[in-house]
């Protein structure tokens, strides 16, 4: 650890609670309807969208109505990306004639349920990626199929949230908005602008913006590899025991893959969507090349989450409530920041002899799959954002993490990513703790809990705890399936015992929380994992949004009740406490039992000699 890093973590987390009240006031404008700065440039160009798209403007929705309306989106929406997918072979911008996603001779090797992987991925904002982007995707997929979603997904989130929101703070109303006319502002006016100006900073700071075919570089040094060995029709060879057969193949020439990258990275990193251009995603220098990239990068995870906590207070007429939730999300970050921080700082005890201080040489501590470039405090706080919101982009290996290092990533997905989380998400995901804390107080008082005005009821704490309990349970059955399963499910692990498991949890985590993030080390490109994550990342998306606009409808009907002597105020520190410790309670007790069997026992046993 170092003063320099320690000092980075705190300008990240200063310039975020900088940020959150003028990107919350400017939310607050463009879903309300108010004039902004904008408004000049892009209102005719809003207006003119709903005339063509026949939207009433000033027509309102129940939640039910705005439920169907973001479904039916979004479904015609991952139908559509599908189609991308498999007909790429036939589409323009395609230099390198790649074939549709699961065809015969596409690199994903027949049909393995990758194409509907990737539709249901970016369609839920998850933006997991089984394949190698680079040898799968065309130009025109990844533009218009890929980073579309990018703008799309994000939007939803957003003004579900907003949804949110209003549902809170109306009185007697059976409306939460419009949801086109939310998503057009959305776009229009919030992404849009900002990833226009963002993906030009990318492009002047080296990040690649182009449609040239693959260039092709001859070796300084050729290589021999091992490679899977294939017959005359490309299908791999087996040993008796089920092995691939391996071959020795000499390499003289690298692909250096390139293409439209700056405008989906930007927009990869606000809309906190993480699907990389590359496979190795923000690690690699042609989407983040300097350590400036890189600090814009974590910034833009967090600022529309961020933001919105202050949207919330505006909108509610409670600056101070929005406050107490943006003090909660920063306390629960620093405390993964510091832990996974301390921990790859601490290096790996069982390379005895070797030095791994920090010096004017080298970095110190654990840098096995980490950039030099980034070293180990950007590394860990990268890690840490991107799971803390529903991003998935990586700077860093987290499955070359240390044990608790890399149980920072994974416990942050478990609690539900409401820590900043996704955009929107995070919020709605805060909310829905909002509501069972206030609860769990009136429970403790003998009172009605209220929350900023509204009686909290049994219907409300039904349709949280819904939302609640589908999570872990998604996550838990499925993993629990594959552990069971060694032809489909533990075969395709690199490791086994505890970080084999760490490897299978992290992978239904990160789908079902919609965050994206690969801990490595497991083969999930085949038609078990691309199914299941798949059903996963679409239940941990729209199961859970039904019943929080159920709640949010419900709070929109009721009346607004003036505080008493007995009204828990969620203005306070107290409050904050309170939630963050509910939050960390639901999520102790539900993965304690899967975190204890693997990343927990797996540091145990690192120091005492055992690694996997």
Known sequence: MTLNGWLQILLFIAIIIAIAKPVGIFMAHVFNGERTFLHWALRPIERLIYRLTGV?????????????????FSLVSLVLLYII????????????????????????????????????????????????????????????????????????????????????????????GNFWVDFVRCNLYVLLPICILGALLMVSQGVVQNFRAY????????????????????????????????????????????????????????????GGFFNTNSAHPFENPTPFTNFIEMLLIFSIGGGLTYTLGRMTGSPKHGWAVLAAMVLVFSMGVITAYVAEARGNPLLKGTDQ????????????????????????????????????????????????GGMV????????????GGVGSGLYGMLIFCVLSVFIAGLMVGRTPEYLGKKIESYDVKMSMLYVLIFPLVILVFAAITVLAPSFGTSQLANNGPHGLSEILYAFTSGTGNNGSAFAGISANTYWY?????????????LMIVPMLAVAGNLARKKMVPPSLGTFPVTTPLFTVLLVSVILVIGALTFFPALSLGPLVEHLLMYAGKTF
């Open 215 to 274: 260039d092709t570089a001859k070796l300084v040094e050729p290589q021999t590899i091992q490679v899977d060995k294939k017959d005359a029709s490309g299908n791999v060879i087996t040993n008796t025991d089920g092995t691939n057969q391996q071959e020795s193949q000499t390499v003289t020439d690298q692909t250096i893959a390139q293409g439209p990258v700056a405008s989906q990275e930007f927009i990869k990193e606000l809309g906190t969507n993480g």
């Open 409 to 420: 990533p994974l416990v942050n997905i478990m609690l539900g990513e409401i820590i900043f």
């Open 357 to 404: 201080s920090v010096s004017a040489a080298q970095s110190g501590g654990n840098m096995e799959g980490k950039e030099v470039r980034f070293g180990i405090a950007n590394s860990a706080l990268f890690a840490t954002a991107t799971t803390d919101a529903s991003c998935g982009a990586v700077n860093s290996m987290h499955d070359s993490f240390t044990p608790i």
């Open 530 to 542: 691309n199914s299941t994550i798949g059903a996963a990342m679409l239940v941990g998306r729209f």
């Open 56 to 72: 009433d403007e000033k027509r309102e929705m129940r939640w039910t109505e705005y439920a169907a309306a973001m479904l039916l």
């Open 85 to 176: 997918q498999r007909v790429q072979g036939y589409l323009p911008l395609n230099p390198q004639h790649l074939t549709g996603v699961d065809s015969a001779g596409s690199p994903t090797a027949g049909f393995v349920g990758s194409a509907f992987n990737t539709a249901a991925s970016f369609t839920t904002n998850t933006n997991w990626q089984s394949y190698v982007p680079e040898t799968t995707m065309s130009y025109f997929t990844q533009m218009a199929g890929l980073a579309y979603h990018n703008f799309a997904s994000a939007a939803t989130g957003i003004v579900l949230a907003i949804a949110f929101i209003r549902g809170i703070a109306r009185r007697e109303q059976e409306t939460i």
